[in-house]
């Protein structure tokens, strides 16, 4: 099982070279949750998700998620 970073929004992969790809073969291997959250945190990304993913398989488990130090969702419209 790899541990990756996921773009909740664009559903893209990092790597090792600070791309994102598709493929999540390609996405960089973390060798916990841990790192993974503490390097998605510094990504210029909105909402993350560490997944874990089986390539076997291709499937995945959601293992953690966050906010990285892209821009913060609009306001809410809602009043307090």
């Given at each position: 099982?790899?541990?990756?970073?996921?773009?909740?929004?664009?559903?893209?992969?990092?790597?090792?070279?600070?791309?994102?790809?598709?493929?999540?073969?390609?996405?960089?291997?973390?060798?916990?949750?841990?790192?993974?959250?503490?390097?998605?945190?510094?990504?210029?990304?909105?909402?993350?998700?560490?997944?874990?993913?089986?390539?076997?398989?291709?499937?995945?488990?959601?293992?953690?998620?966050?906010k990285?130090?892209?821009?913060?969702?609009?306001?809410s419209?809602?009043?307090?």
């Amino acid at each position: 099982m790899k541990i990756i970073i996921e773009d909740a929004e664009t559903h893209k992969f990092l790597t090792s070279s600070g791309d994102w790809t598709n493929k999540p073969a390609d996405g960089t291997t973390f060798t916990s949750t841990h790192t993974a959250c503490a390097a998605a945190r510094r990504e210029p990304i909105g909402k993350f998700n560490i997944v874990g993913y089986f390539a076997d398989t291709r499937q995945f488990i959601n293992m953690d998620h966050g906010k990285g130090k892209g821009e913060s969702a609009p306001p809410s419209d809602h009043l307090p």
